[in-house]
């Protein structure tokens, strides 16, 4: 498949800074589609990703994944679509798209599904930014919408996190008057720390006035913080990344959502085309329906957090509070070590950020897996 850029795209990417060249290397950027080397979330994530066999009790907490799966709804409601899906059933994506918008008080012009939230991500990077439009992103940080970024040639300008790990927010919106995208994900990956609502809500009214703010809320739900739905409501140049990844145990099914003011989501939309996997959208609409899903998860994932993070304090070593799935731990040398370490004791840890050599992320299992793991940590660390 080729596909052609139009007058409409070729002339904003022309004002936006990209040249005769760049625009050949994004027309076959689309073409390639999930081909591309930072272009869904697996191919990103190859950072995580584990080739070759893998024994069958290994431990797996390195890709902030949920082992409780999806929730008994949904995995029911996907169940019974399978033998329909021969179909396209576009209908369970508008069903999706007006529950989701229901339930976040918006209009549901103001949602636009997607298979999970790294394509509305590397869509808006696309949309967004360029070789004269910065991305802006906190580090250390999630490195998808970074690598999308250098991939087009449009300039990163990574800013430290604050001593409490929040973002910077009066650095990031300084950091560029022709910022494109400022990239916040909160809770932050990797260190799983909030940035408080009010420096969001300063950021929105402090940034360039040409940068849109792209909230990724991914976490959200897991941390119990106040979402951002309603500057969504209120117009406002952001948009929100939502997945299902998380706390709704689908990483593998893939579902998400986009929210943002409708001229800013036709933006992103046009970079990507076809019917959504109707197994996603059909248990992320039984996963909104279950009422005490997240709140019961929540508790599961903090119980279990709380335990090893206890742990951690009482063998002195020494990490990042969180407040998600995931938490950065100093393992005091070059992380890479201790990863490899902990393979040989068949557990599977999260990567290193070359801002912080010496922390590992390590995701929130079971408790079971939490246990393993505290077992081979100290072992490793003797």
Not at 195 to 215: F, H
Not at 309 to 328: A, E, R
Not at 372 to 378: I, Q, R, S
């Amino acid at each position: 498949m080729t596909i052609c850029l139009s007058r409409e795209q070729r002339l904003d990417f022309a004002n936006r800074g990209f040249s005769r060249r760049s625009l050949g290397r994004l027309a076959a950027m689309l073409t390639a589609g999930a081909a591309l080397p930072f272009y869904n979330e697996p191919a990103l994530a190859q950072l995580s990703a584990i080739r070759g066999p893998m024994p069958a009790d290994a431990v797996k907490i390195n890709a902030n994944e949920n082992p409780l799966g999806p929730c008994a709804e949904a995995a029911e409601a996907i169940h019974s679509v399978v033998q329909k899906g021969g179909r396209y059933l576009y209908e369970e994506t508008f069903g999706f798209q007006e529950l989701l918008a229901e339930q976040e008080g918006l209009k549901p012009t103001y949602v636009q599904p997607f298979a999970g939230s790294s394509a509305p991500l590397h869509q808006a990077v696309l949309a967004f930014t360029s070789p004269t439009r910065p991305f802006v992103t906190g580090d250390p940080g999630y490195e998808a919408g970074e690598r999308a970024a250098r991939f087009i040639g449009a300039k990163v300008i990574s800013v430290p996190l604050t001593k409490t790990y929040a973002h910077d927010v009066k650095a990031m919106a300084g950091a560029s008057p022709d910022a494109g995208l400022i990239y916040v994900c909160n809770p932050n990956n990797p260190t799983g720390t909030l940035t408080p609502r009010a420096d969001i809500e300063w950021l929105i009214e402090n940034k360039p006035a040409r940068s849109i703010l792209l909230l990724d809320e991914a976490y959200i739900h897991i941390a119990g913080a106040p979402m951002a739905s309603d500057l969504v409501a209120k117009d406002k140049d952001i948009i929100i990344l939502r997945t299902f990844s998380k706390i709704y145990g689908m990483a593998g099914l893939r579902a998400g959502a986009a929210l943002g003011r409708p001229d800013l989501l036709q933006k992103i939309v046009p970079y990507s085309a076809g019917a959504l996997p109707v197994t996603g959208m059909v248990g992320a609409t039984a996963s909104l329906k279950s009422k005490n899903l997240v709140p019961e998860r929540r508790k599961i994932i903090a119980d279990v957090r709380a335990d090893v993070l206890s742990f951690l304090d009482q063998h002195n070593f020494k990490y990042i509070p969180s407040v998600s799935n995931k938490f950065m731990v100093d393992v005091g040398r070059p992380g890479g070590q201790i990863i490899e370490a902990m393979r040989k004791e068949k557990v599977y840890i999260g990567r290193v950020w070359p801002s912080w050599p010496t922390y590992v992320r390590v995701s929130i299992g079971t408790q079971e897996e939490m246990n393993k793991f505290k077992t081979a940590f100290l072992k490793v660390m003797a």
